[in-house]
Each structure stands twice: as C-alpha cells, then as structure tokens.
C-alpha cells in the first residue's frame, strides 16, 4: 500500500524507531509498503519513520536497482569522510552539504531475522546512512553544526537563502570579555557579604580591593562596548541588531555594577 | 543477636551495610568483609586518571568509619560460602581469607544468619591476551577500574603530553577491551577528559585519538541505547554521541572484540568476523567482568557453586534465566528482591547479582564472538538495590520469616548519569543523562521501551558543576558525615 510521505512542517507522528523483534506478516507488509511508496515516489531508499512507522526498516535500491531490505541495521565500519550535498523527502528542495562516509560496512537482518552484512561505497553508501539517520529519529540536520542548522531554520522559515559567507556567526569572542566581566561582579558579590564573616581590620582591606575591581569592571564594560562593536563591524549582514544589542549589554551590565556599588555602600 | 555478613565494600555492600547498621542499631550484628582498606569513589576515577585528582581525594579509610557506625569489619576477601553449615552445625558460615598486612593469608570461618554478597566485579583482564594476567593489568595498557590503576594512567598520560610538547605525533585508543565488556560509559568519559587534557596542555594537534567499543552503535552503552530530550527534542545516543565525537574530532571503531594486545598494538574482531589491528601509543582499555570466584559447598562438602552462582560467577537471584531469545525478553526476567532462589538467607547487590541477559540486542560475529556490551549494573542502579537489599533483611530479622522483601527492579528503575567530558569549573562539559526505566520495558512503553517523559540529557558546563558537587556529596555521603542519609543514592 502507497503511504504518505511525512514532509517539513508536519511532525512525525513518532519520535524514533524501535528495534524489530518479530518478524512476522506484520513486517513483510511493512516491507511491501515501503516498496510501493517508493515506487510511486521514484525513491532509491525509505525508511519506515518517513512513513510513520516506528520500526528499524530501511528498504533501498542497489546499482542494479534490486531492493534491499534492511532490518536492525547498523554501520560498524567506516572509512574515508566525504561532503556530499545531499536532499531529502523531509525537506524538499533543499539541498545541504553534509560530511559523510565514503565507504560503510553495515550489519542487518532479513526478513528471515537472519544476520547479514553490506559493503557500500559512495552514493549508495550515502544512501544508506541517511536513511540510518531517519531509524534513530532525525533527518540530515542533526548533522549540521550549530551555525549552519541556523541557516536551515532560516530557511524553512524564511525560505530564502542566506548561506552566504558574511552571515552573522553565533559565537563572538566579546562573549568570552563578557564572561569575565559577570564571574568578577559575582566575586564582588560574594566578597561584599564576606563582611560578616571577616575581622574589622580585614573589611578595610576588602573595602580597597572591591573599589579597585569595581574601576576594573567598569573599564572592562567600556572596553567590551568597543571590542564588541569592532568585531561585529566585521559582519556587515548582520550589524544593524547587533549594535542594540551590544548597547543594550552594556548598559545592563552597567546597571548591574552600580546595583553592587550601592549594595557596597551600605553593607561595608 | 542475628549477624547480617556483607561481602564487599563497594558502593552496593557499603549502601547495604551502612543501611542496615542504621536500622538495626547494636540489637543486631553487621560484619562487612572486603578485601580493600578504603572505600573508593570509582566514578571520579577518570579525574584521577588525567591528573585532575588525587588518589586520595577519592579514597577514604574504611576502618574509621565502620568503628563509628558500629559496623565490625574484617579486611579480608570471602573464598567459600557453606549455606548449610558442616558436619555437627547447621549454622551456615562463610571462609575468608585475610588480606591485611597484618594477617595476609589466614583464614577464617565467619558464621552468619543473613549474607550480601555485593563483592562487586572480578577485572577479568587475563580474558584478553595481552591485556593482563587474572585480575591483574598487564604491561600494555593502562586502566581507571581501581584508584592505583588510574594514578598509573595520570602519570603515563603525562609522559605522552611531554611527548607531544617535544613534537612528537602520540595515538590513543581508548574503549573496551573485550567483546563482553561492560562500563562504556567509563571509558567514554575518560577518552574525552583525555582530549581536554590534551587540548588544554596546546597538543591537540600532535594527538591522533581513537575510540573502540563492543557497541554495535556509539551510544548504546550497554542498554541499547536511549532516546532522551534535549532541548525539547527527541535525540538519540547514537546521534548525541556521534555529534560529540565529530565535534571533539575523536575517530571510532564499534562492533570490536578486542582479542589480543601486545606492546603498541590492539588486534580485534569485527561484526563480520574480519580481523584488524590497531596501533597506539596509550590505550586504555575497560576489561570484562566475571564474579570473583566464589565457591559454595553444602553440608556434605560436595561443590554446588553451580547451584549457587551462574557460568559467569555472579550469583542467581529471583531472575529469571530460561527467558530464551531476544524476542521473548521482558522486563518481568529481571530481579525485584535480589534474594537467592535457593537460600532464602543470601542475597547479592550490585554488580554481584547476575542478570538474566544482556539490555542490548545481542550480536556476534560471523565467527560466533559474542560482540555485545554487557549489562551495567554500576552507580545509582548499585546504591538503590544496596538499600533494598538492606531494607529487606532488617525487615526479615526484626518482624521474621514473612516479612515482606523490598524490590528495586531495574525495569522499574530510573537512573541517572553524568558523563564528564572534560574537567574545569570554567571549561569543564559533561553530558547529564536520566534513563527511565534503565531496562526497557517493550510491554508498558511500546517501541523502545522506555518512557522519553523521563528521559532527557543535556551537555555542558553546568553538566560537569553537578558531576564535580556529586564528587564531594558521595565522598561525604560514603563517611557517613552529618545528613549522609538525605542524599540520595
């Protein structure tokens, strides 16, 4: 029987498949179904989660375009990365360079429940991998890095394309000066409520260190605001935001200074 | 006066022996017997295997602390249990073998009225040619199985971190030694504490490292993997763990039975029955567990070990162990009481227990090695049976034979890990994981069988902050220092 292909935005109904542990009409029907689908759709290889069926079965198309059936499958043996651009179901008319495998080895079962093995190379390995991906719940994405998932959300999104070399990257180095800048006000913190616990003789000396680390901090937000505006200059797609948001940082970390001076003031 | 004898002082005989002090009070004896001076926090091994701790940050002398609870001790390991006592006493009683500086070699008979047998894993090393004799490591690798073995595996890092620093180009392969290992999870913290290490020590660049596992997919673990929340989404181990060893630029090698090691060299098996070798520089390799060797007699001296305690040597309890084949597996095989079927009066805890069959799809070779993790029983699983365990026998000396026993099945059981991935209070990961329930239930939770609602992990910085608070609550918890009771176990 010809099944829906689930496809970008409807959610699978399930989040993962199960291992197979009955091999039984039940899965050879699944198998036909999956043949039929991928008949209809003109499909080299399909997994049952594509279809909503939470079983570990892949059926793909060899060079010679005789159906496998690949039940419980497992890769154990890779060699050789490659990038491939890949598309799929999920998201048509997408396209996205992923680094896979270029030749596998994969253990499975038949419909027999008996092991057997695989040697792939190339597409058919790609193939193979990618519908792997589909038995334990995710689609290509889960193989991007960071930045670029942001670029595939963008474009579901949006539907436009902005993989484009001057977009925005996720991670600025001002984070790590902002980093600094909140580990030295908790310190602060921490040594302003120390008063109670130190002797009078002690609290004059804290009092000295605190004034210091606060002239530090507050030089170290300046220097932020225009580190930060500097590194995001390099970044022309993406500055008019940044630029409120850099603003907006300095000045909370600022307010965030003075809310401990005042506590200073009349704690010590 | 009833004497309740724990054999072993590991997390599930110390749980059970700590315990059932508390409850019974000094109405009652309770005699732990182990062969170790100090208890160990295994799970911060892998810190004291890269440097970051000391062995005795994670060690603490047992004796101190079983004197204030009242606990007697013997340092000693257990050699024969006589369930039905000998000629002229029915009193069943227990041969130890003492193991202190003091009375090495002597030997003892211990009666007593109710027995744990919680002594924890024999480190099969002589299992893999190469990778030691018995119990003991060999020459070619190191380990973080014990707090000795890993200080040894601190100082051999270290001399490769030199190496590197001189520019020299060093290989690690770190994983599973065997095809029936358990404990990937070990050596899966301390392969990327590794790489911190070395990241942090500026060689990153010099070190080319490398996983090998028993697992026939990154991420099983020994339970067939999990699908946790992250973030909101479904993700599985496979892929969690795939992204984590891509991201940290870590090779792998899965489906292995490592079957011989020599000097620089790991030859091992894979699922297809091809065989490979595997060069390396500084390898860590996890050995497989098998019980202890205990022996049982009964009153006639005839062996009944085999009666006692399965092929590989940990005890039967009220499992079930004719569940057939992986289709036929439920979560009803595994055991609720821990009490041997045979003796009412004996019961395992912890690693000791022998579970009715693997978690994970069982697999071999096309040569017939078995290549599949093995069960954890390690960590949280541990402490609650420990408990159980405990709660069971008080109950059985103060209200008697009927008294009801107390279950801690691991199919109805969740757990909780947290894997470190690298040591810092600023730059420190780790990956913290719950499972619900650890063996998977296919009745109750169609599909996998495990309920995603509980079951959820996240990587990061906060991840290693909970890791190293557990460090210290556990090391306090273990002394028995005031409110050690309120932490969980």
């Given at each position: 029987m010809i099944k829906d292909l689930i496809q970008y935005p409807q959610t699978p109904p399930i989040e993962f498949n199960a291992p197979v542990r009955f091999f039984n009409e039940d899965l050879f029907n699944l198998i036909d179904d999956l043949k039929d689908t991928m008949k209809e759709h003109n499909l080299n290889g399909l997994s049952a989660f594509q279809i909503g069926n939470p079983h570990s079965v892949i059926v793909v198309k060899d060079k010679d375009n005789n159906y496998i059936e690949l039940i419980n499958s497992r890769i154990f043996f890779k060699k050789e990365k490659i990038?491939?651009?890949?598309?799929?179901?999920?998201?048509?008319?997408?396209?996205?360079?992923?680094?896979?495998?270029?030749?596998?080895?994969?253990?499975?079962?038949?419909?027999?429940?008996?092991?057997?093995?695989?040697?792939?190379?190339?597409?058919?390995?790609?193939?193979?991998?990618?519908?792997?991906?589909?038995?334990?719940?995710?689609?290509?994405?889960?193989?991007?890095?960071?930045?670029?998932?942001?670029?595939?959300?963008?474009?579901?999104?949006?539907?436009?394309?902005?993989?484009?070399?001057?977009?925005?990257?996720?991670?600025?180095?001002?984070?790590?000066?902002?980093?600094?800048?909140?580990?030295?006000?908790?310190?602060?913190?921490?040594?302003?409520?120390?008063?109670?616990?130190?002797?009078d003789d002690a609290i004059v000396v804290l009092s000295e260190y605190l004034n210091n680390g606060f002239y530090l901090i507050s030089s170290m937000i300046i220097f932020y605001t225009f580190f930060a505006y500097w590194e995001g200059s390099k970044y022309t797609n993406c500055m008019s935001c940044q630029i409120g948001n850099i603003i907006g940082t300095a000045l909370f970390h600022f307010a965030k200074l003075i809310a401990l001076i005042t506590l200073k003031y009349f704690i010590i | 006066m009833a004497r309740l004898i724990v054999l072993g002082g590991g997390v599930a005989g110390h749980t059970t022996a700590t315990f059932a002090a508390k409850w019974l009070g000094s109405s009652h004896e309770v005699m732990v017997v182990t062969p170790n001076a100090k208890w160990n926090w295994i799970p911060s091994n892998i810190w004291v295997g890269v440097g970051e701790l000391s062995k005795e940050d994670v060690t603490f002398d047992l004796a101190p602390v079983y004197s204030k609870a009242g606990i007697s001790y013997k340092q000693a390991k257990a050699v024969a249990i006589h369930p039905e006592g000998k000629d002229g006493s029915d009193k069943p009683y227990v041969v130890i073998e003492h193991t202190s500086k003091a009375k090495a070699g002597e030997t003892e008979e211990v009666e007593y009225d109710y027995l744990v047998n919680a002594t924890g894993p024999k480190l099969n090393f002589g299992a893999t040619p190469g990778l030691g004799v018995g119990s003991n490591l060999g020459e070619h690798t190191v380990s973080v199985c014990t707090a000795d073995h890993a200080e040894h595996a601190a100082h051999e890092l270290k001399i490769c971190i030199d190496k590197m620093k001189s520019g020299e180009t060093q290989k690690f392969l770190i994983g599973t030694g065997h095809g029936m290992c358990t404990c990937q999870g070990a050596a899966f913290e301390y392969i990327f504490n590794i790489e911190h290490e070395i990241a942090k020590a500026g060689v990153r660049d010099k070190a080319e490292i490398k996983w090998?596992?028993?697992?026939?997919?990154?991420?099983?673990?020994?339970?067939?993997?999990?699908?946790?929340?992250?973030?909101?989404?479904?993700?599985?181990?496979?892929?969690?763990?795939?992204?984590?060893?891509?991201?940290?630029?870590?090779?792998?090698?899965?489906?292995?039975?490592?079957?011989?090691?020599?000097?620089?060299?790991?030859?091992?098996?894979l699922l297809d029955g091809s065989m490979h070798e595997e060069e390396f520089d500084f390898s860590m390799l996890i050995p497989p567990f098998a019980g202890v060797g205990l022996k049982a007699y009964d009153k006639a001296g005839e062996d009944i070990t085999a009666t006692i305690f399965a092929p590989n040597g940990f005890m039967k309890v009220d499992a079930n162990y004719a569940a057939g084949t992986y289709e036929n597996w439920k979560a009803s095989d595994w055991p609720r009481t821990y009490q041997n079927p045979t003796y009412s009066n004996m019961f395992a805890a912890g690693i000791a227990f022998a579970p009715p069959h693997i978690i994970s799809k069982p697999m071999s070779s096309v040569n017939g090695t078995p290549i599949n993790p093995t069960p954890p029983r390690t960590g949280m699983p541990s402490g609650i049976i420990g408990k159980a365990v405990a709660h069971s026998i008080c109950d059985l000396i103060t209200k008697g034979d009927g008294a009801h026993l107390h279950e801690a099945s691991m199919a109805e059981m969740g757990a909780a890990c947290v894997a470190s991935a690298g040591k810092g209070i600023l730059d420190g990961t780790a990956a913290a994981m719950t499972v619900f329930p650890v063996v998977p239930d296919f009745e109750k939770y169609p599909g996998t069988g495990r309920d995603t609602e509980y079951t959820f992990g996240e990587i990061g910085l906060a991840g290693h902050w909970i890791k190293h608070i557990l460090h210290y609550l556990f090391m306090w918890k273990a002394q028995l220092k005031p409110g050690w009771t309120l932490i969980p176990e």
């Open positions: 990038t491939t651009n890949e598309t799929t179901t999920y998201f048509p008319d997408i396209n996205i360079d992923i680094i896979r495998d270029r030749h596998i080895k994969v253990m499975y079962e038949d419909r027999e429940g008996s092991q057997k093995f695989l040697d792939a190379s190339d597409e058919f390995a790609v193939l193979i991998q990618r519908k792997i991906d589909y038995n334990f719940g995710a689609n290509f994405s889960i193989r991007l890095n960071d930045a670029k998932k942001e670029q595939l959300d963008m474009k579901l999104e949006h539907g436009i394309d902005v993989v484009i070399d001057n977009s925005c990257p996720t991670n600025f180095k001002r984070d790590k000066v902002l980093k600094v800048i909140n580990i030295l006000l908790a310190i602060s913190l921490i040594a302003v409520f120390s008063k109670y616990f130190i002797s | 090998i596992s028993n697992e026939s997919f990154l991420g099983d673990f020994g339970m067939g993997g999990l699908h946790m929340k992250v973030g909101g989404y479904v993700v599985s181990s496979k892929l969690f763990a795939e992204s984590l060893y891509a991201e940290r630029d870590i090779e792998w090698i899965i489906g292995a039975h490592v079957n011989k090691v020599e000097s620089g060299k790991a030859s091992y098996e």
